[in-house]
Nanobody, 123 residues
Framework: VQLVESGGGSVQTGGSLRLSCAAS?????????MGWFRQAPGKEREVVAA????????SYADSVKGRFTISQDNAKNTVVLQMNSLKPEDTAMYYC?????????????????WGQGTQVTVS
């Protein structure tokens, strides 16, 4: 399984970015969860948003609720994170992750596969 993120970049406060995660080698519809995590320098990796199998449910970190939206496109085998009203504190490396067996959609330990990350910088 390979996960490749794209769409990161630099944006001003209040701007938007759309992150995409393309999966290869496995259909994302078979994963229990797909998630987006982020890690800022000196901080632990934290969950940003996650989607339960086939879009049956979503979860968001309190800090991004109302601003970020996660969606899953099974036909394209991609997961998208739409980020609006970006703030400087959203600056981080963003990672896509997939959970094959479940065990808590907000738990980093539940995810088996990780992408290399895409940098988001908000100034």
């Amino acid at each position: 399984v390979q996960l490749v993120e794209s769409g990161g970049g630099s944006v001003q406060t209040g701007g938007s970015l759309r992150l995409s995660c393309a999966a290869s080698g496995y259909a994302i519809s078979t994963f229990v969860y797909m998630g987006w995590f982020r890690q800022a320098p000196g901080k632990e990796r934290e969950v940003v948003a996650a989607v339960y199998r086939l879009g049956r449910g979503t979860s968001y970190a309190d800090s991004v609720k109302g601003r970020f939206t996660i969606s899953q496109d099974n036909a394209k085998n991609t997961v998208v994170l739409q980020m609006n009203s970006l703030k400087p504190e959203d600056t981080a490396m963003y990672y896509c992750a997939a959970s094959k067996y479940g065990g808590g959609m907000n738990r980093r330990e539940a995810y088996n596969y990780w992408g290399q990350g895409t940098q988001v910088t908000v100034s």
